[in-house]
């Protein structure tokens, strides 16, 4: 069994502890002093307790463990990292769970020699019902890949503890599947958000130059970092996920909508600033970003 720091305590850090807990030992980390269990809801709306312990910086004992999942937004990783790089052992395994890019390069930088990063993408969706209880709303797969050296000889291992995940695998290419991962967000989240509008939405004929113009931006930065993905495929896959959330809205436009901070940095940002370093112009990526970013 593994001894498991999972960091926020949002729909995904819930729903990775309601999978894992039972398990491995989990030990849920919240910024709410709030040591109540936490609760699990299921699509049949049945509810189960999640089997893990909820801690906060101060509760945190001086254990260290040897595996921490950062279930935060993209925004949230690095300071999360600083207040817990104390409880992480000398051989940690670090994994990274959020949407959008940016954070790999500069966590990588912050961990030891003998420390190994995994990033694992998830298709699994939940909301917070209240600040307690999950409601799992989405079933698809949940992906781990090596993002340092070490972590490609560590990946069975970590795979292992993860394979409570439902639906769970390992891949050897986990740049390509974030990269697809970040073009669906690149296409959907933006203009939900700016235009208020459902997932499903986005596919009317309103929105289809938009769509293929962000798209076409980043499938030429992707491309230019040797990730080959072509603009057809990226166009397929983006709305197909429209399709199949057609009544959801996405998380951009709730945080947006609500006055939270978005992801958009790590997403039309990302894209903006990589156009940048490529020599590739990103007009329309770089004004959603300046438009979100305000
Ligand atoms: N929800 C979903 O269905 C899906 C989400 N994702 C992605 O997964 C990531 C997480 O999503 P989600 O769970 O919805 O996000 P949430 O914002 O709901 O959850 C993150 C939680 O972590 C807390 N938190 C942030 N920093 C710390 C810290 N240092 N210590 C302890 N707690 C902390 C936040 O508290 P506070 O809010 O007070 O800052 C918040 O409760 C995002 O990148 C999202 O885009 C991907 C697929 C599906
Ligand atoms: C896939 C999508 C667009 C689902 O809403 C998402 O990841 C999000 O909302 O952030």
């Not at 600083?82 to 954070?103: D, E, F």
């Not at 799992?136 to 069975?156: D, K, R």
Request: aromatic share 8%; with cysteine; net charge positive.
């Amino acid at each position: 069994m593994a001894n498991i720091l999972i960091v926020g305590d949002g729909a995904i850090g819930m729903l990775y502890s309601y999978f894992l807990g039972q398990h491995h030992p989990i030990t849920l980390l919240s910024k709410k002093q709030d040591p109540t269990k936490r609760c699990y809801q299921a699509a049949d709306q049945n509810k189960h307790v999640i089997n893990a312990h909820v801690a906060t910086l101060a509760t945190l004992n001086t254990h260290q463990f040897d595996w921490v999942i950062f279930a935060v937004k993209a925004f949230q990783v690095l300071p999360a990292l600083t207040q817990t790089a104390r409880y992480l052992s000398p051989h940690c395994k670090i994994i990274l769970s959020h949407n959008g890019m940016g954070n790999v390069e500069q966590v990588a930088k912050q961990l030891s020699a003998q420390q190994s990063l995994f990033f694992l993408t998830t298709r699994l969706a939940g909301y917070k019902v209240s600040a307690q209880c999950v409601q799992h709303t989405g079933f698809g797969e949940s992906v781990v890949g090596a993002c340092n050296l070490l972590a490609e000889q560590t990946l069975p291992a970590t795979y292992s503890v993860l394979s409570g995940l439902p639906d769970c695998r390992s891949t050897n290419d986990i740049a390509k599947l974030r990269w697809q991962k970040l073009l669906v967000n690149v296409a959907i989240n933006p203009l939900s958000a700016v235009y208020n509008v459902k997932n499903g939405q986005l596919r009317a004929p309103s929105f289809s130059l938009a769509i293929m113009e962000l798209l076409n931006e980043a499938c030429q930065v992707a491309n230019a970092q040797g990730v080959q993905i072509h603009l057809k495929d990226a166009l397929f896959n983006a709305y197909k996920v429209m399709t199949d959330t057609q009544y959801n809205y996405s998380s951009m436009q709730q945080d947006y909508s609500q006055h939270r901070p978005t992801e958009i940095a790590s997403i039309c940002g990302y894209i903006s600033e990589q156009g940048k370093l490529l020599n590739i112009d990103t007009p329309h990526n770089s004004s959603l970003y300046t438009l979100i970013n305000k």
